[in-house]
């Protein structure tokens, strides 16, 4: 789990002149982590498919740019929007697909 930002923590980071850099810095690590999630997903066609299937609804598979909703809002309830789960399962199914081909390579390799 993710250490919260306190914002004694936001306040020394901005008086030791800090702020910026740390907010470029998670920003980019979030912008990889969708670019990895979207092209790992769309390599799948049936899996990208379901990208246009309710409860997501892009238009496209192409339009998901990767992102997935937050499991709190900034208040820290629950997000009950139904397409974060949709997501969580199409990029966890991607990433077990991934995997398969790597798990049949060593089993015959062993064989």
Known sequence: MKELLTFADART?????????????????????AA????LVLRYPDLAAK?????????SPQMWNGYIPPATDCRGAINTA???PALLELVAEAER????PQQT????EAA
């Open 105 to 108: 390579s060593a089993l015959e």
């Open 13 to 33: 980071l901005k008086e030791q002149g800090d702020l910026g850099r740390f907010i470029k810095h998670h920003m980019a690590e979030a912008q990889r982590a």
């Open 82 to 84: 139904p397409c974060r």
């Open 51 to 59: 990208l246009t299937q309710p409860p997501i609804g892009h238009t």
């Open 36 to 39: 990895y999630r979207r092209s």
């Open 97 to 100: 697909r991934q995997q398969q």
